[in-house]
């Protein structure tokens, strides 16, 4: 049966036209190939495109600026968007200090349901971290949407799930869209995946797989290799490697890809790579 190719696009996608999207991750890949010196098979792309529901349905709820505010009483984490950003400042070093300086005059306390000390502990990250505020806090925002609103979760993969099946498909995904396609893959059996490929992932992170387990996390049950594509520079994959220790057994990793040096989490770059390129033509015609 011929096989399909599936691209699932991630966060900050919204109010970008669908068809603009598809080209230019489609035409960075046949790019790499022509360079490459291999034969374009003969398929169709496809981008189920999610962003602008998961945007609007998001909005709904609160906007990523609100998350490190000062003064927005209404502006109260959820338990997963302060777990990530505390996980975030603990990979990066930031002490207590550091915070209570940016606390300046303002007393709180340190406890785990303080959200004053937390929005602290997001500006503090968007002082140290290039481009914390642009992708940082959309992603922990909309993480927590689709993983912890059954109606906003229910509304992208209605949108993302048809795509899956049926099978054979190559699915190709990239930041918010590795953890979309993950719980889809987890809970649809019937499909054929021989490749899937998660760049630039944040499943590593501890809050993130605490809100997807249980069940154990695993390798799916019908995905014949799963290859993870990771610059080490790219924040939102906070933990490069997944493997046994920070996801399951079983996942080939790439770490050492170099992206533009001023957003390592260029899908474009990615899927630029010639060891990424490489996989997913074999992936589609072996």
């Known amino acids: 049966m011929k096989k399909r190719l599936v691209f699932v696009h991630g966060m900050r996608q919204e109010g970008k036209p669908a068809a603009e ?6 035409d960075s890949l046949y790019s790499s190939w022509r360079q490459l010196g291999l034969a374009r098979p003969d398929i ?5 495109f999610y962003g602008d529901t998961l945007d609007r349905l998001t909005r709904d709820l609160r906007t990523p600026g609100q998350v490190v505010g000062r ?45 004053e000390w937390v929005q602290a502990i997001g500006r503090v990250l968007e002082q140290r971290v290039p481009l ?15 993983l912890n609103r059954p109606h906003i979760r229910q509304a992208v ?12 498909a190559v699915i190709v995904s990239h930041s918010l869209g590795t953890i979309v396609s993950y ?17 630039g992932s944040p499943l590593g992170i501890n809050a993130v797989k605490d809100c997807i387990r249980p069940p154990k996390l695993a390798l799916p049950i019908r995905v014949g290799h799963w290859l993870n594509g990771v610059d080490e520079r790219d924040f939102v994959a906070l933990y490069a490697n997944l493997d046994s220790y920070t996801f399951c057994d079983g996942i080939e990793n790439i770490t050492d890809i170099h992206n533009r040096k001023e957003d390592a989490h260029m899908i474009i770059d990615y899927l ?15």
């Open 272 to 286: 630029a790579d010639e060891r990424i390129a490489r996989a997913i033509h074999s992936g589609l015609t072996s």
């Open 71 to 115: 003064g927005d009483a209404g502006a109260a984490l959820s338990q997963l968007e302060e777990a990530m950003i505390r996980e975030f400042a603990d990979a990066y070093g930031i002490r207590d200090v550091d915070i209570r300086a940016e606390l300046g005059t303002e007393v709180v306390a340190r406890g785990p349901a303080n959200w």
């Open 44 to 48: 169709k792309p496809e981008m189920p």
């Open 21 to 26: 999207l598809l080209a230019a991750w489609r």
């Open 132 to 146: 914390f505020r642009e992708i940082g806090l959309p992603l922990v925002v909309q993480v927590d949407a689709y």
């Open 183 to 199: 719980c889809l893959l987890r809970n649809l059996n019937a499909s054929d995946v021989p490749l899937f490929v998660t760049l």
């Open 157 to 168: 993969d209605e949108i993302v799930a048809p795509h899956f099946e049926p099978g054979p």
